[in-house]
């Protein structure tokens, strides 16, 4: 019977991981994640929230899979131990996030290597791809808005550059890209699958 703001939800939950902050009753940040992750629907968006919150530090993969483990009873906790295999603590942004499950998910790739730093054998940086496939030498990155920047738009020439000087391939995924997942599923498929063939014939 307890009105609800705009722009809320109203939800009933054991609280028995609060501190108080500056005054304010906050639940700890991976009792937080369990219950964000149990509240979305869409499993994908529950990856997204999981990647966000390990990128920023404040839970870890087996903090959040310790905690669902031992709540196995409550509402939704099937969910989230559905989306945590899917979860990566290397990821720095959502649509790397969506891609990779682009990549692993829809089109049944090979867990790639995610924010890897790639060098030469002598030392010398190549880049740091959104995701490595590195038994087809493929890289994979996600074009968004911060990449169309001028400065941007130059380290990204110089990056692809010192990528093909070492045979690798690259294969650039933009937000268009992202809304015709279909074709981008082919698009992946072929780029890996071409690539690991050449490979394994030279």
Same mark, same amino acid.
């Given at each position: 019977g307890r009105r609800t703001p705009e722009g809320t939800t109203l939800s009933y939950e054991p609280l028995d991981e609060v501190v108080v902050l500056h005054g304010v009753r906050c639940l700890l940040p991976t009792r937080a994640m369990f219950d964000e992750i149990r509240r979305l629907e869409d499993w994908r968006d529950g990856v997204v929230a999981f990647d966000m919150g390990a990128a920023a530090g404040v839970t870890s993969l087996q903090r959040v899979t310790s905690l669902a483990a031992e709540r196995t009873s409550w509402r939704r906790s099937?969910? =989230?131990? $559905? @989306? %945590?295999?899917? +979860?990566?603590e290397h990821v720095r942004s959502p649509p $790397?996030?969506? *891609? /990779?499950l682009v990549w692993t @998910?829809?089109?049944? %790739? !090979?867990? !790639?290597? =995610?924010? =890897? +730093? &790639?060098?030469?054998h002598e030392g010398a940086f190549v880049c740091v791809p959104d995701l490595f496939d590195e038994e087809?030498? &493929?890289v994979v990155e996600y074009d968004g808005e911060e990449h169309r920047r001028l *400065?941007? /738009? #130059?380290?990204?020439?110089?990056?692809? $550059?010192? #990528?093909?000087? @070492?045979? &690798?391939?690259?294969?650039m995924v933009? #937000?268009?890209d992202m809304r015709a997942p279909d074709l981008l599923v082919g698009r992946l498929q072929r780029a890996q699958i071409g690539r690991a063939s050449c490979r394994e014939r030279v």
């Open positions: 099937a969910h =989230v131990r $559905e @989306v %945590l295999p899917h +979860g990566s $790397e996030t969506r *891609l /990779r @998910v829809d089109a049944g %790739l !090979p867990d !790639p290597h =995610v924010n =890897v +730093g &790639l060098r030469t087809a030498g &493929l *400065l941007r /738009r #130059a380290s990204d020439a110089g990056r692809h $550059e010192r #990528a093909r000087d @070492v045979s &690798l391939e690259y294969c933009t #937000a268009p």
